[in-house]
């Protein structure tokens, strides 16, 4: 440590008497004592008005029912803090009056406290853009520290007591002070980077010009960007050397070529993947066994969200290396083709007819591109036929559709007399005693 322990004592020795010299002059009676108990007078009436505005604020909220959704929660916000917001306005009020009608030394304390409500109920506000419910905490109460030293001017002599408390190596020396500016700054910036890119994410999503693979992959570098200078930035405005850092990018990329190489082959993949606009969030694929559609692109994996509600995690090598079907590709619409058989002794003229109907009855099968239906052949016991008929939702299902079209011809050919045959066979059992004299014979 640079600084030994006793200059460190005395340091807290000196902040122990300042203090302590601070709570007698508060006792001593005079215009400080009487701001102490205006101040204690404020903090009473705030809460009694608290207390009768806050159940009608919460009433009159909750008939705004037709209001946007971010309008409710700033109005939940501000319902929250309403004890700090009617002490703060009841503060500067008081300090003003005050300030006008004797001397401003008279209210200096009340201005003080007013001072210190606004900063705690600014910062209140502005940690909610942190969602993160621990990271909001840490933020709110360094904030809420940073902003009691710096208006109570013990700003100097905290920085000179955090400044002692180092550890030097070398030629490098890390201080308190430094660690904690890298952190608030850093912070900051993060927080910056973050809802800059929820901004650019939404309007990106908002553009219909743009197409949703191009979409993920912009907002991915923006994503990239931002976070990125904003750590650099952080490090550097603390004044931290980033020449180090050229050494440890060095190690880094040799460790992914060599320990990372399927996490590096997902990572490229997935940018081939968002380039080439192969596949998209909404289009149906399969691979393999898998059918479902594309939930979302990740930087390492796609999300596969299949009719059964399962979701398969598949890594972007995979679609990149397999042959992968995508029913969606350039557009939705699909073809199907089913297989069925009727007599020999059925008309196949009407056949056809029924089963376009059948399939055209059926809501999900399209109209404008019509059923087809073609004799395939002529098999052992019926006369085969195709059904082809399209589609534009693959991704609501493809056995079902197919099964209502079974159904529908189902009804049809009962309806008409249309039989389906199936194979049939015929067992001769013969005489056991004929049996046995034939072989005899």
Known sequence: MEADAASLLNQIAQFGAQAVGFAESLLTPGWRQYQVFIIIALLALAQGASWVLMPRLRDQMRELEGWPKWRLRALLVLH?????????????????????????????????????????????????????????????????????????GLSGDVSAFLDDIAVTFGSFRISALIVF????????????????????????????????????????????????????????AVGFDLTGLAVLSGAIGVGLGFGLQKVVSNLVSGVIILLDKSIKPGDVISLGDTFGWI?????????????????????????????????????????????????????????????????????????????VCHIVGFGDSSVDYILRFWISDPSAGLTNVKGAVYLGLWDSFQEHGISIPFPQREVTLLNTSQQANDTVG
């Open 295 to 371: 939930n979302a692109l990740g930087a390492r994996y796609v999300s596969v969200v299949t009719r059964d509600g399962k979701e398969y995690l598949i890594p972007n090598e995979d679609l990149i290396t397999n042959q992968v079907v995508n029913w969606s590709h350039t557009n939705d619409f699909v073809r199907l083709d089913i297989f069925f058989g009727t007599s020999y002794h059925d008309d196949p003229h009407k056949v056809r007819e029924l089963a376009v109907a059948a399939a055209a009855g059926v809501g999900r099968v399209l109209k404008d591109r019509a059923p």
């Open 181 to 236: 500016k890298a952190l608030f700054v850093t912070g900051v910036l993060l927080t910056l980077a973050r809802v800059t890119s929820q901004t650019t994410a939404s309007r990106l999503r908002g553009n219909d010009d743009i197409s949703p693979s191009m979409q993920v992959l912009v907002i991915k570098i923006v994503q990239t960007i931002l976070y990125g200078s904003a750590f650099f930035i952080g490090l550097k």
């Open 80 to 152: 929250r803090r309403t004890r700090l917001i009617l002490f703060v306005i009841l503060a500067w009020g008081t300090t003003w009056i005050m300030r006008e009608t004797t001397w401003p030394s008279r209210s200096y304390l009340i201005g003080v406290v007013a001072t210190l409500a606004t900063a705690w109920l600014l910062v209140g506000l502005a940690a909610r853009l942190v969602r993160n419910p621990f990271l909001r905490k840490v933020v709110t109460w360094v904030l809420w520290a940073y902003a009691t030293i710096y208006i109570l």
